[in-house]
């Protein structure tokens, strides 16, 4: 036996018994058996186990030549090398039996310190099964072999079963004390055990580092297998493959896309949890959201037309219809001119914001209203940098993401009520978006990518020309509406804001009539302004009272059979004697239409002087004709005025008794303090 290239394995449990091995031999160059090459210098060890050969074959040939031979060996005991000789080519030893008889053997297993090792061995073993066992489902035989093997024969086997150092092996064999023998085996295998944990342990710990990200991804497609099943698809990720699609679909010029595709890289690989996700989110919604190139068509401009949609949507501003129209005319002749940024100035309610929204029906595009009344911080038009919390984009960007379409008309409402601070001056924010050779690539903080605003129509209005920045207005042509005279304001009641108001409140003029007259007695005793929201104000008060009118007969008509009279408690709070109240009995047999035909005939309602008083109160306003008022002694006539209107106004005065001295009170102006001074010395002279 050649104790280096012998190797003891793989025994236990094999079909020939426990007493079989394998020994597997091969031959080398170094081993030719024609004896030409001299035998390396062999060690030999001084045990070794006899065996009885079983069975030898021939292995497969490999392409080198080399051959492999397998012998199946039945070991039979120890035996110690007594004498070591050499003849020929092989060695021959003359050897010593180490086996135990079978009295030297019972008596070894009555031993108590054997007996108790055996069982620390027993015990050891079976917990390296079961451990095995929970690894590799497997180690059942080995469990039998462990209850049925003799204890002396017990330690050899299982160990064999080891891989092991050649050392291990020898000083197993040389073990021949069974007491010995068992005390190593139960060191190897409780050895082997404990590797066997290390390793379980470091497995567990990987498996737990991996885990954290590894159980939510799997969670989250276990999360999204089941959304699939109930068809309920709105999961973060296909959240994400749909602003993926959005985008796609935004039509971004192609630096703004890369950028875009950075950014939802990022996105991707955030958990939701991480702050920032939303942020980020948010931001690349906004950039799928915003018209890059998304435009309303515009047809072609009819500048009839356009004239004809001016006219029916506002009385008189005859100037200002003809600058419109020049200006829609210089449009239609060159689309890409950069003519300058119209601006209405004039008082509130003279029809500003509804010209600005008229060119835009005219010219076919969408119309969008900014206001920048109050607006001191320059973020607010430029937007904030998105390492703010809470940062969000500029008001034009946010206008152009609501409208939709990157060619509005775009109002810029009350641009001269911007002021500007510590946080930066919007005006000058404001410059670059009205200057056309700037805009193409307007930047936004937020947005952080250019946009191009070259394609907005820009409409601005503003109350005053004085407190708009030079270089602002520079940029702009003032057209200025200056206010309407009472007559004016009468027709555009007539024709405009009484058929509007009518129609706000579901009314008609079948159910509600505002004399002539009665608009003309609003305009002096209720209104005192240059435009006509107010007007339109007590005009709709007027429409609201018809229409609690109108909604209370028409339910009292539909739930009572045989009622006589209409009336409520509330209408006749509301609405003065002389009022139209009222009404015929209808019979209920009579089919809707009848009812309905029957019902406005007999409930229009018809405005009068006292009903004006009954709904919008006694008069603010005295309307008494100036020459009346200036007939009385003491009464003398003052003008005053303001951008938002002038008016005549009737000083008064009374003859006492005084000391000679002037007192002023009120807030008055060194102008008016001067001027009563000056009537003084009049008097006086
Ligand atoms: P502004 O923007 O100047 O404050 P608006 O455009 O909001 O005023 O106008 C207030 C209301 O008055 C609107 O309903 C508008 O249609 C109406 N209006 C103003 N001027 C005219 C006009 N000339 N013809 C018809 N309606 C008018």
Request: hydrophobic share 40%.
């Amino acid at each position: 036996m050649t104790s280096m290239d012998s190797v003891l394995s793989q025994g236990v449990g094999s079909e020939s018994g426990e007493r079989s091995s394998k020994v597997q031999i091969s031959t080398s160059d170094a081993h030719k058996v024609d004896g030409k090459s001299h035998p390396e210098v062999i060690h030999w060890h001084k045990r070794g186990v006899a065996a009885r050969a079983l069975h030898l074959s021939r292995g497969v040939e490999k392409p080198s030549g080399r051959v492999t031979y397998i012998v199946v060996l039945e070991g039979l005991c120890r035996f110690n090398v007594e004498e070591l000789s050499t003849r020929g080519p092989y060695c021959t030893a003359k050897i010593s039996s180490l086996e135990m008889t079978k009295a030297e053997m019972e008596q070894v297993e009555q031993d108590p310190d054997f007996v108790t090792l055996s069982r620390q061995f027993k015990a050891t073993a079976m917990e390296l099964i079961s451990v095995l066992e929970q690894k590799q489902k497997t180690g059942g035989r080995i469990k039998v072999l462990l209850e049925t093997l003799p204890l002396h024969k017990l330690a050899d086997i299982f160990v064999a079963s080891f891989e092991m150092s050649l050392e291990e092996q020898l000083s197993m064999l040389d073990s021949v004390d069974p007491k010995v023998r068992l005390s190593k085996a139960t060191e190897l295998v409780d050895r082997h055990l404990q590797s066997i944990r290390v390793a379980e342990k470091i497995t567990q710990k990987v498996e737990g580092q991996l885990s954290k990200s590894q159980k939510e991804f799997l969670l989250r497609q276990q999360m999204r297998a089941i959304k699939e099943e109930l068809g309920d698809n709105d999961d973060d990720e296909d959240d994400l493959a749909a602003l993926e699609r959005k985008m796609q679909s935004a039509g971004m010029p192609s630096n703004i896309w890369k950028h875009a595709q950075r950014e939802l890289r990022r996105l991707k690989k955030m958990p939701p949890q991480q702050p920032g996700y939303n942020s980020s989110r948010v931001y690349l919604e906004l950039l799928a959201d915003l018209p890059w190139q998304k435009a309303s068509e515009e047809q072609e401009l009819d500048l009839k037309a356009a004239k004809d949609r001016l006219d029916c949507d506002h009385y008189g501003l005859s100037k200002v219809k003809q600058r419109i129209i020049e200006y829609l005319a210089v449009r239609k002749l060159k689309p890409d001119a950069r003519g300058p940024v119209l601006c209405f100035v004039g008082p509130p309610g003279v029809g500003k914001t509804s010209l600005a929204s008229s060119i835009a029906a005219a010219l076919g595009r969408k119309f969008v209203r900014i206001s920048l009344g109050g607006v001191k911080d320059e973020a607010d038009i430029r937007g904030h940098r998105r390492t703010y919390i809470g940062s969000m984009p500029g008001r034009l960007i946010d206008g152009l993401k609501r409208v939709a379409v990157c060619n509005p008309v775009m109002l810029l409402d009350e641009i001269d009520k911007t002021g500007s601070d510590v946080r930066g001056d919007p005006a000058s924010a404001l410059l670059e978006v009205l200057d056309p050779e700037q805009n193409k690539s307007f930047n936004d903080h937020y947005l952080n990518v250019p946009y191009d605003l070259s394609k907005v129509i820009f409409v601005a209005t503003a109350n005053r020309v004085q407190p708009i920045p030079p270089p602002l207005l520079d940029r702009m042509e003032v057209i200025e509406l200056p206010g309407y005279t009472a007559e004016e304001k009468q027709r555009i009641a007539m024709q405009h804001l009484i058929p509007r108001v009518l129609d706000q409140h579901g009314l008609n003029s079948e159910y509600l009539q505002i004399p002539e007259a009665m608009v003309k007695l609003v305009i002096q005793r209720y209104t005192r302004e240059a435009g006509v929201r107010n007007l339109e104000r007590n005009l709709a008060a007027l429409a609201r009272a018809a229409a609690v009118r109108v909604a209370e007969q028409e339910q009292a008509v539909s739930v009572s059979k045989d009622v006589h009279k209409l009336a409520s408690p509330l209408l006749d709070n509301r609405l003065a004697e002389g009022a139209e109240m009222e009404m015929e009995v209808l019979p209920m047999g009579v089919n809707n239409n009848e009812i309905s035909t029957a019902f406005k005939i007999s409930s229009r309602l018809v405005v009068d002087e006292a009903m004006l008083e009954k709904i919008l109160g006694p008069p603010r306003f005295d309307d008494q004709e100036a020459a009346d008022r200036v007939a009385t002694p003491g009464v003398s006539v003052g003008l005053v005025w303001t951008n938002f209107g002038g008016e005549v106004q009737f000083v008064e005065a009374t003859a006492m008794i005084g000391n000679g001295e002037l007192h002023l009170t009120g807030q008055l102006g060194d102008v008016i303090k001067e001027s009563a001074k000056i009537a003084l010395t009049w008097v006086c002279v």
